[in-house]
């Protein structure tokens, strides 16, 4: 067997050919993914806020009235409400009374 470098660099070349081929296309491919774990790891920090917000509204959320708890002081207001207006018609002799009294004094007093 004889060994022909013009028959072996042609072979050679293709081969490098093929190897320097393969090295562009898994460097294009493993920059996509870098870009891909870029982007994962963006989206993981944002899922990350997210859900400490979401966090802080629950928790803020548990302190507040629910609806029947709101319904109760609703009531409980105009029951209220109807108490002071009670209150007042009742006060409304009593302020003519004391208005009456003091007429009476300051009358009493320029004598």
Do not use: C, W
């Amino acid at each position: 067997m004889n060994f022909d470098i013009a028959t072996a660099t042609p072979i050679v070349a293709f081969v490098l050919s093929l190897i320097a081929l393969g090295t562009q296309v898994r460097s294009i491919l493993s920059s996509g993914e870098k870009k891909l774990d870029e982007r994962l790891t963006k989206a993981e920090s944002k899922l990350v806020e997210y859900d400490r917000r979401v966090q802080t509204l629950e928790s803020e959320m548990r302190h507040m009235p629910d609806r029947d708890t709101a319904h109760r002081l609703e009531l409980t207001m105009e029951k209220i409400s109807g108490r002071l207006d009670t209150l007042d018609e009742r006060l409304k002799p009593i302020a003519a009374t004391s208005g009456r009294l003091q007429e009476f004094l300051l009358e009493q007093a320029q004598k």
